[in-house]
């Protein structure tokens, strides 16, 4: 099971990111007290290059877990009668979870490349998928198809295509909305994080999380536009209306 393995590579990370804070520490002191010029920049390569391969395994992984996991939950989706369709329980969980393993390994290098391989998985996959979706969903709505929707909703308890089209619409509105404020989620997680690493390793982190916020706000503007297709629809409604009874 490659989640279980990815703990236990996880925990592994997190003890060499202990043993190199030491190391680093006392090679430093030694460099400073000794009477003989050292550089510990040649001492901390020569030491810790092979170590650091375990962090791009580690890295390579959650990156494949990120994005088969994801897959997966795309093609066994399901929708019922929910606000929302599986796909948002589903990417919390594989996104949190990778999240929450790269930030038990202490390391910037982690947190930094998984925040990347997440970002990327919203971007390129989650986005492309709900975006497409939902585009098809709106171009089916019609005038007469919302006017008969709402007048079932009152008529009767049961379902027609109509009804169930337009709220396979919204249901995928929620979910794209319920994405948006996910990431943010994500976001909030970093913001306790106790992150080894230089200054600039830290800015690296932060800029991730910006990436992190312009992919919430890129779902927030899709959600946005679909919810003007429908006023839009819905004012040709009412503009027909007045012009009748005027």
Do not use: W
């Not at 999240?99 to 986005?127: M, P």
């Not at 929707?149 to 909305?177: Q, W």
């Amino acid at each position: 099971d490659i989640d279980i393995f990815l703990e236990e590579l996880s925990g592994l990370c997190a003890q060499y990111e202990q043993y190199r804070r030491i190391y680093c520490s006392k090679i430093t002191e030694i460099c400073d007290n000794t009477i003989f010029r050292l550089n510990p920049d040649k001492l901390y390569e020569n030491k810790l290059k092979d170590f650091e391969k375990i962090y791009e395994i580690y890295c390579s992984l959650e990156f494949l877990y990120i994005k088969k996991s994801i897959s997966i939950a795309f093609n066994v989706e399901e929708y019922g009668n929910f606000l929302t369709s599986s796909i948002v329980d589903d990417v919390l969980y594989i996104s949190e979870r990778s999240i929450k393993r790269a930030i038990q390994t202490v390391s910037y290098e982690c947190v930094s490349s998984v925040l990347d391989s997440v970002n990327s998985a919203f971007t390129c996959h989650v986005f492309p998928e709900l975006s497409g979706r939902i585009t098809r969903q709106a171009s089916c709505i019609k005038t007469d198809q919302l006017v008969d929707a709402i007048e079932f909703h009152h008529a009767s308890d049961g379902e027609t295509p109509t009804k169930l089209e337009v709220h396979a619409f919204m249901r995928s509105l929620n979910d794209i909305d319920a994405m948006s404020e996910l990431i943010m989620k994500l976001d909030e997680l970093l913001t306790s994080a106790e992150v080894y690493g230089t200054l600039a390793d830290k800015e690296y982190i932060l800029n991730c999380t910006r990436n992190l916020r312009e992919s919430s706000l890129q779902f927030k503007h899709l959600c946005t536009k679909m919810i003007d297709v429908v006023s839009n629809v819905f004012v040709d409604i009412f503009g027909n209306c007045l012009q009748i009874l005027g």
